[in-house]
């Protein structure tokens, strides 16, 4: 049976950057297209469905993180920055607008394709058995819709997951009732072990808390327990 190859956009403003990866991804099993800045990427996605994103954030005019916030305003389809700045905020930043994943500059292109295949497999993992992967989850007073990545609150209003947010949720909701660590936590949704003093999931726990209605502070849901990690206090149900 033939598999219809993952498409790939690589928006760099780079012309040696672009052709480089597009002849490695493509070399790979990938389709693979080029953007040099963010109105060349609107004109794919006018007519593309790409199944992943590679975005410079150093861009001229519109950079990195404004194509992140346009692209989640409407879709969900998963994000890999690239940043040659050393500044971690650059980092959280792009974790915080929705992104799924970052590299930094210079990289080695083994390492882009590791955490391409990395974000692929965890989008596009299938329901299996298990409460944490039915389609339809209940804990605490919400469920997760894992078709549509959407939050449903008591009222049955919905709100969408970036990738990111969906991906942790998943973690916690696949142990629940289990202290897991930070590295732990970073492992289980990004797929590789978390950087030396990385602390992108403290930022990632703040953000998914907020989308519960909770903070750090009176969090019920997903807690703080000092020293060891963080907490889903809360039993898990399938519905469907």
Same mark, same amino acid.
């Given at each position: 049976?033939?598999?219809?190859?993952?498409?790939?956009?690589?928006?760099?403003?780079?012309?040696?950057?672009r052709e480089l990866l597009a002849d490695y991804l493509g070399?790979?099993?990938? @389709?693979?297209?080029? &953007?040099?800045?963010?109105?060349?990427?609107?004109c794919l996605l006018a007519r593309e469905a790409p199944d992943?994103?590679?975005?410079?954030?150093?861009? *001229?005019?519109?950079?990195?993180?404004?194509?992140?916030?346009?692209?989640?305003?409407?879709?969900?389809?998963?994000?890999?920055?690239?940043? &040659?700045? &050393?500044?971690?905020?650059?980092?959280?930043? %792009?974790?915080?607008? !929705?992104?799924?994943?970052?590299? !930094?500059?210079?990289?080695?292109? @083994?390492?882009?394709?590791?955490?391409?295949?990395?974000?692929?497999?965890?989008?596009?993992?299938?329901?299996?058995? #298990?409460?944490?992967? &039915?389609?339809?989850?209940?804990? #605490?007073?919400?469920?997760?819709?894992?078709?549509?990545?959407?939050?449903?609150? @008591?009222? #049955?209003?919905?709100s969408p997951l970036s990738g990111a947010d969906f991906q942790?949720?998943?973690?916690?909701?696949?142990? *629940?009732?289990?202290?897991?660590?930070?590295?732990?936590?970073?492992?289980?949704?990004? %797929?590789?072990?978390?950087? *030396?003093?990385?602390?992108?999931?403290?930022?990632?726990?703040?953000?998914?808390?907020?989308?519960?209605?909770?903070?750090?502070?009176?969090?019920?849901?997903?807690?703080?327990?000092?020293? +060891? #990690?963080?907490?889903? +206090?809360?039993?898990?149900? +399938?519905?469907?």
């Amino acid at each position: 049976m033939t598999t219809t190859p993952a498409t790939l956009i690589v928006v760099d403003d780079d012309p040696e950057i672009r052709e480089l990866l597009a002849d490695y991804l493509g070399r790979h099993g990938y @389709r693979a297209l080029v &953007a040099e800045d963010a109105q060349e990427l609107r004109c794919l996605l006018a007519r593309e469905a790409p199944d992943l994103l590679i975005v410079d954030i150093m861009l *001229p005019g519109d950079d990195g993180f404004t194509i992140c916030r346009e692209v989640r305003r409407t879709s969900e389809v998963p994000i890999i920055m690239l940043t &040659a700045s &050393a500044d971690e905020m650059d980092r959280i930043l %792009g974790l915080e607008l !929705g992104a799924d994943d970052y590299l !930094g500059k210079p990289f080695n292109p @083994r390492e882009l394709l590791a955490r391409i295949k990395a974000v692929l497999r965890r989008t596009r993992s299938t329901a299996h058995e #298990g409460p944490a992967h &039915a389609r339809l989850v209940a804990f #605490g007073d919400w469920r997760l819709d894992r078709v549509t990545r959407e939050l449903i609150d @008591r009222h #049955g209003e919905r709100s969408p997951l970036s990738g990111a947010d969906f991906q942790l949720l998943q973690v916690f909701l696949e142990h *629940p009732e289990q202290v897991l660590s930070r590295e732990a936590l970073f492992d289980l949704s990004r %797929g590789r072990p978390a950087p *030396p003093l990385d602390r992108s999931i403290d930022v990632h726990v703040c953000r998914l808390r907020q989308r519960l209605g909770e903070d750090a502070q009176h969090s019920q849901l997903i807690r703080t327990v000092r020293g +060891a #990690g963080y907490v889903l +206090a809360s039993q898990v149900e +399938a519905l469907q």
